[in-house]
């Protein structure tokens, strides 16, 4: 896991993955979202699938990382296709995938297709880091720590809170339970609705190893950004 110890500067840059998963993003807009991250040297960027491999190469030898979304925004794909998503991914030069798990299978009390679908994506990312996205503001309180003991157990590498998509964003108050849930070792991925360093600090104060935010630059500066 990434270390853990709120820090400022260029520690926290490095907690920060950049992120830009609007559906009308530009070509352009990538471009510059990859060149921002290696300016400020954030831990990755986070975009959609079509984008893997144009933000591999725009960021060969600078040390970000790309993380590609998996099953995105609803994670209501089969286990197949969010398997054949992150092979895809994987190839595209992807170093970490976000998945969307299973929202509507947890909320029925199917675990075991809950497991399935974590597990199918774990194997295809052949040692990648995986993340699995909760979608918080959908669960209660049982459900998200149920979710978080589901993905520990298939092998996630991060619990994160939210698409940005939902209908609702990271809490400080999700995060602890999160944290809670899943122990000291793994990571806690806040997302959504993190837009200035007050946000940001709350979360990693909260206990919060990585954030996921498209106001990244705003924040390292210690000003206000906006967007998804």
Not at 48 to 61: F, I, T, Y
Not at 102 to 128: E, F, M
Request: aromatic share 4%; glycine share 12%; hydrophobic share 45%.
């Amino acid at each position: 896991m990434s270390d853990r110890t709120p820090a400022a500067g260029m520690d926290l840059a490095r907690r920060i993955d950049h992120t830009l998963l609007k559906p009308d993003a530009s070509r352009e807009q990538i471009e510059r979202l990859c060149d921002e991250a290696k300016k400020f040297r954030f831990a990755s960027v986070c975009v959609n699938p079509c984008w893997a491999a144009l933000a591999a190469r725009r960021l060969k030898g600078s040390g970000v990382k790309v993380c590609v979304v998996v099953g995105f925004p609803l994670g209501a794909n089969s286990s197949a296709t969010k398997a054949f998503e992150a092979r895809q991914a994987a190839a595209a030069g992807a170093g970490e995938l976000d998945m969307v798990l299973n929202i509507g299978a947890l909320k029925s009390g199917d675990d075991a297709l809950v497991s399935k679908d974590i597990r199918a994506v774990r194997a295809a990312a052949r040692g990648r880091t995986l993340k699995v996205i909760l979608e918080t503001s959908l669960l209660s309180r049982r459900e998200k720590a149920r979710a978080c003991a589901l993905a520990k157990k298939a092998g996630a590498d991060f619990v994160k809170t939210s698409t940005g998509f939902g209908g609702g964003g990271a809490t400080a108050a999700d995060v602890r339970l999160m944290r809670a849930a899943v122990g000291p070792r793994l990571g806690v991925k806040a997302s959504g609705g993190i837009r200035d360093a007050k946000a940001a600090a709350e979360m990693l104060a909260a206990g919060a190893t990585r954030l996921g935010t498209s106001s990244g630059v705003a924040i390292v500066g210690g000003g206000a950004g906006g967007g998804r």
